[in-house]
């Protein structure tokens, strides 16, 4: 049986699933599973919903319709006790890094070991220093943020949000700002992390290239729903025109690239427009 078809390794699953905001849906029908060691992507035009499906995995925003359930756990049902004991066995890599920026490089990725485990010092500085070594900036350890590049930074949150060793991994768009280099080093840390820890992992991205050789399977969003899902071989010979143009990367074709017109724009335009004319 093929790591995506058993059941019992389900680390995050979401059930016919609508999200939005207010009363505006942003996605509906969604069924998304996550397992074990498995690497995921999660791929669909600008504003299509994607950090908002992981804002619903991180209990932050709550389903309009359907079931997310994660660790085994309906987050519908979880107190906010409980749902702070459920973060801390997951790891986030934000869109944008959010380091703080007065604390240097070392005690940035130590942050996490000093607040949530009672690691002593000697074993904080092992750990740090070799999750540091894996985003190739175990001499970097000493610098202060202002002496870092942007795209090291976008690797000391990389190895913060890896460095308690996390059942769940949940990567906002991690190859962003990277040279080639960067980032197929940071692709294949991805894939390690998720082979050595034999955790489950979720990426948000538009490097089709880059993501298609590390992940197991692929969720493409657009349209307000899951429009497909499948190994990323699957993907390539799918003659679905809304995946072609995205692997094509061409602006011609079904995926939508204007912000949708909503009531409230309406509303706001027609009172700006009046102020103007009145
Ligand atoms: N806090 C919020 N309140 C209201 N609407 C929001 C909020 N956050 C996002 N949205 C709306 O939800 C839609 C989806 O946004 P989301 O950030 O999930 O898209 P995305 O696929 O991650 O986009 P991108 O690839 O551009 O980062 C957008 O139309 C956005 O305007």
Avoid at 138 to 152: F, N, Q, T, V, Y
Wanted: charged fraction near 20%.
């Amino acid at each position: 049986m093929s790591v995506h078809q058993s059941e019992s390794t389900t680390i995050l699953e979401l059930e016919d699933v609508s999200l939005g905001y207010g009363d505006r849906t942003i996605l509906s029908g969604l069924n998304v599973r996550v397992r074990k060691g498995e690497v995921v992507a999660l791929i669909g035009g600008s504003g299509s919903g994607k950090t908002t499906l992981l804002r619903a995995a991180t209990g932050q925003i709550a389903p309009q319709k359907g079931k997310v359930t994660l660790y085994g756990q309906d987050l519908s049902k979880v107190t906010p006790e409980k749902m702070r004991l459920l973060r801390q066995r997951m790891g986030v890599l934000f869109q944008q890094g959010a380091l703080f920026t007065d604390l240097g490089v070392f005690d940035n990725v130590a942050f996490p070991l000093r607040e949530l485990t009672q690691d002593s010092e000697a074993l904080i500085f092992e750990k740090v220093l070799s999750k540091l070594d894996a985003v190739g900036l175990r001499s970097a350890a000493h610098l202060k943020l202002s002496e870092i590049s942007g795209g090291m930074a976008r690797r000391v949150a990389l190895a913060r949000s890896i460095v308690l060793e996390p059942e769940l991994i949940l990567y906002d768009e991690p190859f962003a700002g990277l040279d080639p280099i960067s980032l197929g080093m940071t692709a294949k840390l991805i894939r390690d992390t998720a082979d050595r820890l034999h955790c489950g992992s979720v990426l948000i991205t538009h490097d089709i290239e880059e993501s298609f050789n590390i992940v197991d399977y692929v969720y493409m969003v657009g349209q307000g729903q899951l429009l497909v899902a499948g190994t990323p071989d699957e993907l390539r010979a799918s003659d679905n025109p809304y995946v072609q143009q995205f692997l094509r990367g061409s602006p011609q074709g079904p995926v939508v690239f204007e912000y949708p017109e909503t009531p409230h724009f309406q509303q706001w335009y027609a009172q700006r427009k009046g102020h103007l004319n009145g």
